[in-house]
């Protein structure tokens, strides 16, 4: 899933060291979601975004994700997804952040929608688990409404009290192939 994704709002493409200071900016227009996850209204630092960035680019299957409006190529969200190792059916969408300004507009759904169609481009591919923070009813509805149902599962960080819980949704029966972009295809800028 190292390739880049586009709709008709967004594209997917990966996440560059040198977008860190605007997902920095990104954070800070969404002090609810730090809220949620347990770390107060304050993002989290620099200094720890590069180190979460580092090992994400260590760990295998995983890739983060810059969501990019097409209109301005601005940087409104980021993904973090992985490929499991342990249960090789199934793709994790551990976090999809639209900024706050950008929340609202249709841009985190067709984001959401271009993963999904991605993650069960692979055959191997058979279930897409979503985390979410126990506190936020927003995101819970989110992908409830995607089709999603809750697993049971939970997950509990005890550096930050927070509950994830686990939402999952099986293949569809017929899933299209996101449009992937190519050296001779264009893209907006």
């Given at each position: ?45 620099k200094l720890h975004l590069q180190s979460d960035f ?136």
């Open positions: 899933m190292l390739q880049e994704y586009s709709g008709q709002l967004v594209r997917l493409r990966p996440l560059e060291d040198d977008d860190l200071d605007a997902v920095m900016r990104l954070y800070r227009f969404t002090p609810n979601y730090w809220s949620a996850i347990g770390y107060g209204r304050d993002p989290v630092s580092q090992e994400a680019q260590r760990t295998e299957g995983r890739q983060l994700y810059a969501v990019v409006r097409r209109a301005d190529n601005a940087l409104i969200g980021v993904a973090d997804v992985q490929l499991e190792a342990t249960m090789s059916d199934t793709a994790t969408i551990a976090l999809l952040l639209i900024g706050g300004p950008y929340q609202q507009h249709g841009l985190g759904s067709e984001a959401a929608d271009l993963l999904e169609q991605s993650l069960f481009s692979d055959p191997e591919i058979e279930f897409i688990t979503a985390g979410v923070a126990e506190t936020s009813q927003l995101g819970q509805r989110f992908w409830l409404r995607r089709g999603y149902q809750f697993s049971g599962s939970t997950t509990h960080d005890p550096h930050t009290s927070r509950t994830t819980v686990w939402l999952a949704k099986k293949r569809p029966e017929a899933v299209p192939v996101a449009a992937q972009n190519s050296q001779d295809q264009p893209t907006h800028q």
